[in-house]
């Protein structure tokens, strides 16, 4: 069975911090990777995506991950965060034949104004 | 971007009652659903893949006879927790995909009291 691990449980920055989120899974074949945020109340909105093609990704407000292969990784990054980026953020990854998706236990990111 | 709506937001219920979950794609069809559980601090765990006129699909340790899912129509799938016990109490999250992403409902908290 496929894992996902994400290494921060809570990070916190201050305003225009770079941040870097870390994720790794298991899997070793061929995965859909994704990033999640849920901010507070409300839905899990997605951040970004990996299919296949440029490892380095771009999501919406301001994201980006890059996917190691050879790391078996897919950490998120934003170079200035803002105080609005406080949230939760969950890594997942489909893979294996499995429809569903395996998630990370999430990190919770509190920006300080 | 597409809208799946989840209802209830929470329950309360007593021990030994059922609970029905509803998760609906509000502006595309779903052939398949997902139904998650999350404890707290933890992660989105995968419960069981709802397919649309067939029986789901239930991961290891889900109790079938438990949580009964019905996906009776291309937009509407549902959850029954049958028989609940306080230990059943967690937030129950579903999810709906076109053909290219997951969106997820805004959760279900159930508490059995």
């Known amino acids: 069975a496929q894992s996902v691990s994400q290494h921060n449980h809570h990070v916190i920055l201050s305003e225009a911090a770079s941040l870097e989120l870390g994720c790794n899974y298991s899997?070793?074949?061929?995965?859909?990777l994704f990033w999640y945020v849920q901010y507070p109340g409300q839905h899990l909105q997605l951040l970004l995506k990996?299919?296949?093609?440029?490892?380095l990704v771009k999501g919406i407000k301001g994201f980006e991950a890059e996917f190691i292969k050879s790391k078996f990784s897919f950490n998120l990054r934003k170079p200035s965060v803002q105080w609005s980026d406080t949230a939760e953020y969950f890594c997942?990854?489909?893979?294996?034949?499995?429809?569903?998706?395996?998630f990370g236990k999430g990190t919770h990111l509190i920006i300080q104004p | 971007g597409a809208v799946v709506s989840q209802h209830p937001s929470w329950v309360i219920c007593k021990s030994g009652t059922s609970v029905k979950i509803e998760c609906r794609s509000l502006?595309?069809?779903?052939?398949?659903m997902f139904w998650y559980r999350q404890f707290p601090k933890q992660s989105l765990m995968l419960m069981a893949t709802?397919?649309?006129?067939?029986?789901?699909?239930?991961e290891q340790g889900v109790e079938k006879d438990k949580f009964l899912i019905n996906h009776a129509s291309l937009t509407l799938s549902t959850l029954t927790v049958t028989s609940a016990h306080p230990e059943d109490s967690s937030f129950y999250i579903c999810?709906?995909?076109?053909?290219?992403?997951?969106?997820f409902g805004q959760g279900t908290r159930l508490t059995v009291v």
């Open positions: 999810s709906a995909e076109d053909n290219t992403e997951a969106f």
């Open positions: 899997y070793g074949g061929t995965v859909n």
């Open positions: 990996y299919f296949s093609g440029d490892p």
């Open positions: 997942a990854v489909r893979g294996g034949g499995a429809d569903g998706l395996t």
């Open positions: 502006d595309f069809q779903a052939t398949t």
């Open positions: 709802s397919n649309e006129g067939s029986k789901a699909t239930y």
